[in-house]
Every structure is written in structure tokens, then in C-alpha cells.
């Protein structure tokens, strides 16, 4: 990747956008937000590892850098405590890479960046015209950095740390726990995919995808997928999957289509750890018509990296999750349908 710290109008044609040696504190978070505005998708920042703060910021980014070129901001050096909240948004990150290159696909094709401003994501509620101290990262996260509130703009959302729902359209307090650096939100609706915890990219296979879904009303996302290093998705070289969930009165509904298109190591198979978060236990699940077992099995982690192996299905009364795994056809041509009846 290029990134430059200087330019003129276009630059961001050729270059990711680097805010210079500012830090990674508040004064950074405004100029990546003004860069956005101005047709930057693809911009960053130092990231400041002595602050709780400055990790949930410099995690939460289009890229991840720590300076230490000339200064002590080696991860290892760290005491126990900012240790630990490294290593947990580190993973985070990585989980989170496919919902990351899905937004800056979608960035190329269209414009919009991968921090957005909150007036650039909702530019028709004025109360999201001065806001500083948040931004949207993607479609589905709305991360606070800096601050003790935050601003929820209309629709509901999912406090990703405590789990707790909001209705928007209102201030909140930030509510964080001691292991991270500051409020995050997803949007309801959302639909994030994941891969497992890794140290680097390419480590562990990715033949199981995580899909971590939040129902509300229908919504969908599209993965984007190509090798990751050549320039061959310009010719056409991409996989794209589409997932679909849908909210009913008694039941929802999650349709993961076939993967379209092909490039240079793609998996020939693939596989989906599910985690659908639901605030009451499922009467009953179906994957294509067939009904699935319960499992008595607990998970008490919120994210799709460790699995359930089998068939059937999990309840977490205390992370208010169903878990299940689902295969993609063989074929490649028929869709996979998970219903979860209440």
C-alpha cells in the first residue's frame, strides 16, 4: 500500500491518506473525518497505545499503524493492563477483516469512505451536523472515540459491549467496561461477517466464515472477496456473497446465496459459523426445510471464532445468542435458508 501524509486535490486517486505525525488523538479523528468529506476513503493515523482510548480509535480504522520509529510504543512494552486491551482489539480487528475489505470495495466503487462523518452517513438528521467525537466505520458500526456520550441517530442499536438495545434518535452515556477504550454500537440490522482470530493474515484457514447477525426488519450485506495481493480484481478476479436476513413476526429468516465468481485461492468449499443474537430462547431451527437439534453446549464468547462443531444448535441465556453451523451447497447454486421460529 502507498499512503502519503501530503498532497493536492485528487492524491487520493493513487494514495491512502496518512494524518502526518499528529498522534492518534482527538485532533486526528476530525481531520480523518474532514478527509472523508473531501473524497478520501482509505485514510489513518498514528495510533496512541498509551491511552485506552487511543487503541479504540487506532483499531477502529480503515488501517492499523503504531509509529515507533522513533519513539516507545512497542505493543510489548505496554503494562499488563494496556497489554491485554491490546491484544483483545487486535483480535477484534483481525475477526473483523472481511467486514473491513468489504467496505473498502465497496469505498472504490462508490465514494464513501470508510469512516464516515456523521452528517456524510445521515445527512438528513441535523443533530449529526457537529459531531466530532464519533463516526460511523462502515455501514454497521458507529464507534465513539474521545468522549462520554454519544449521539444515536434514528433506528435501534446494539451497545456491542454490554449488548444492551437503544432506541436512537437520543444522547446516551458511553457505557465501557474496563477491558476497552470506548463506546461501540452496531446498527440493527446488521450483518457482519468474521473470520477467526488469527495473528496474521493467511495463518488459518477462512473455508468457515463467521456470520454475526442482528435482526431487525430485512436487511442484507454483500462479502467481497478476491487473493488479497494482486491486482487481478480489476480483470474480474472476486467472489461476492450475498446474505440476507429478514425479521418476521414469529421468526427470522437468513438466506446466504451461493458465492458468485472465482479468483486465485479460493476455497472450493465453504462453511458458515452463525450467531444470530436473540433476546429469547428459539422454539425451533430449520436450515433449508430440515429441522436442527438443540444442543446443550454453551458459548461465552461474542464472536464467531471458536465454532460448534455438529449439528444443531446453541442458546447462551447470557450472551443472548444462537449459535449453529450451516455448509454451502456443493454445487454452488443453491441458497442456504435458516429460519429461527420464536
Given at each position: 500500500?502507498?499512503?502519503?501524509?501530503?498532497?493536492?486535490?485528487?492524491?487520493?486517486?493513487?494514495?491512502?491518506?496518512?494524518?502526518?505525525?499528529?498522534?492518534?488523538?482527538?485532533?486526528?479523528?476530525v481531520?480523518?473525518?474532514?478527509?472523508?468529506?473531501?473524497?478520501?476513503?482509505?485514510t489513518?493515523?498514528?495510533?496512541?497505545?498509551?491511552?485506552?482510548?487511543?487503541?479504540?480509535?487506532?483499531?477502529?480504522?480503515?488501517?492499523?499503524?503504531?509509529?515507533?520509529?522513533?519513539?516507545?510504543?512497542h505493543?510489548?512494552?505496554?503494562d499488563?493492563?494496556?497489554?491485554?486491551?491490546?491484544?483483545?482489539?487486535?483480535?477484534?480487528?483481525?475477526?473483523?477483516?472481511?467486514?473491513?475489505?468489504?467496505?473498502?470495495?465497496?469505498?472504490?466503487?462508490?465514494?464513501?469512505?470508510?469512516?464516515?462523518?456523521?452528517?456524510?452517513?445521515?445527512?438528513?438528521?441535523?443533530?449529526?451536523?457537529?459531531?466530532?467525537?464519533?463516526y460511523?466505520?462502515g455501514?454497521s458500526?458507529?464507534?465513539?472515540?474521545?468522549?462520554d456520550?454519544?449521539?444515536?441517530?434514528e433506528?435501534?442499536?446494539?451497545?456491542?459491549?454490554?449488548?444492551?438495545?437503544?432506541?436512537?434518535?437520543?444522547?446516551?452515556?458511553?457505557?465501557?467496561?474496563?477491558?476497552?477504550?470506548?463506546?461501540?454500537?452496531?446498527?440493527?440490522?446488521a450483518?457482519?461477517?468474521?473470520?477467526?482470530?488469527?495473528?496474521?493474515?493467511?495463518?488459518k484457514?477462512?473455508?468457515?466464515?463467521?456470520?454475526?447477525?442482528?435482526?431487525?426488519?430485512?436487511?442484507?450485506?454483500?462479502?467481497?472477496?478476491?487473493?488479497?495481493?494482486?491486482?487481478?480484481?480489476?480483470?474480474?478476479?472476486?467472489?461476492?456473497?450475498?446474505?440476507?436476513?429478514?425479521?418476521?413476526?414469529?421468526?427470522?429468516?437468513?438466506?446466504?446465496?451461493?458465492?458468485?465468481?472465482?479468483?486465485?485461492?479460493?476455497?472450493?468449499k465453504?462453511?458458515?459459523?452463525?450467531?444470530?443474537?436473540?433476546d429469547?430462547?428459539p422454539?425451533?431451527?430449520?436450515?433449508?426445510?430440515?429441522?436442527?437439534?438443540?444442543?446443550?453446549?454453551?458459548?461465552?464468547?461474542?464472536?464467531?471464532?471458536?465454532?460448534?462443531?455438529?449439528?444443531?444448535?446453541?442458546?447462551?441465556?447470557?450472551?443472548?445468542?444462537?449459535r449453529?453451523?450451516?455448509e454451502?451447497?456443493?454445487?454452488?447454486?443453491?441458497?442456504?435458508?435458516?429460519v429461527?421460529?420464536?
Amino acid at each position: 500500500m502507498i499512503y502519503t501524509a501530503g498532497g493536492f486535490a485528487g492524491i487520493q486517486q493513487y494514495a491512502a491518506t496518512w494524518a502526518g505525525d499528529t498522534g492518534g488523538g482527538p485532533k486526528p479523528l476530525v481531520s480523518l473525518l474532514n478527509l472523508g468529506l473531501s473524497g478520501h476513503v482509505n485514510t489513518s493515523c498514528d495510533m496512541e497505545v498509551f491511552t485506552p482510548a487511543g487503541l479504540h480509535f487506532g483499531f477502529l480504522q480503515p488501517w492499523s499503524q503504531v509509529n515507533s520509529w522513533a519513539y516507545w510504543r512497542h505493543p510489548w512494552l505496554l503494562d499488563k493492563k494496556m497489554l491485554a486491551m491490546f491484544k483483545m482489539y487486535a483480535k477484534l480487528r483481525y475477526r473483523l477483516l472481511p467486514y473491513i475489505y468489504s467496505a473498502a470495495h465497496a469505498a472504490a466503487r462508490t465514494g464513501m469512505p470508510i469512516i464516515r462523518a456523521m452528517p456524510l452517513a445521515y445527512p438528513n438528521d441535523p443533530k449529526s451536523d457537529d459531531l466530532l467525537g464519533q463516526y460511523m466505520f462502515g455501514d454497521s458500526f458507529l464507534v465513539a472515540a474521545f468522549t462520554d456520550e454519544v449521539y444515536l441517530p434514528e433506528g435501534e442499536w446494539i451497545d456491542y459491549w454490554t449488548k444492551e438495545r437503544y432506541t436512537g434518535s437520543q444522547t446516551v452515556a458511553c457505557k465501557i467496561p474496563a477491558y476497552a477504550g470506548g463506546a461501540l454500537f452496531v446498527r440493527a440490522g446488521a450483518i457482519i461477517p468474521e473470520w477467526p482470530e488469527m495473528d496474521y493474515v493467511g495463518e488459518k484457514s477462512v473455508e468457515r466464515l463467521g456470520v454475526l447477525v442482528y435482526p431487525h426488519d430485512a436487511s442484507n450485506f454483500t462479502l467481497y472477496e478476491d487473493d488479497g495481493t494482486t491486482f487481478l480484481y480489476e480483470e474480474g478476479n472476486v467472489a461476492e456473497t450475498r446474505i440476507e436476513c429478514r425479521q418476521q413476526q414469529d421468526a427470522v429468516v437468513l438466506r446466504i446465496s451461493p458465492r458468485t465468481g472465482m479468483y486465485e485461492g479460493m476455497s472450493a468449499k465453504r462453511s458458515y459459523d452463525i450467531l444470530i443474537h436473540s433476546d429469547t430462547k428459539p422454539a425451533c431451527i430449520e436450515i433449508n426445510g430440515a429441522r436442527l437439534p438443540e444442543r446443550v453446549e454453551k458459548s461465552n464468547r461474542d464472536d464467531v471464532s471458536c465454532g460448534v462443531e455438529g449439528e444443531g444448535w446453541v442458546y447462551d441465556r447470557s450472551m443472548r445468542t444462537v449459535r449453529l453451523i450451516a455448509e454451502e451447497d456443493e454445487r454452488k447454486k443453491d441458497v442456504v435458508e435458516i429460519v429461527v421460529v420464536s
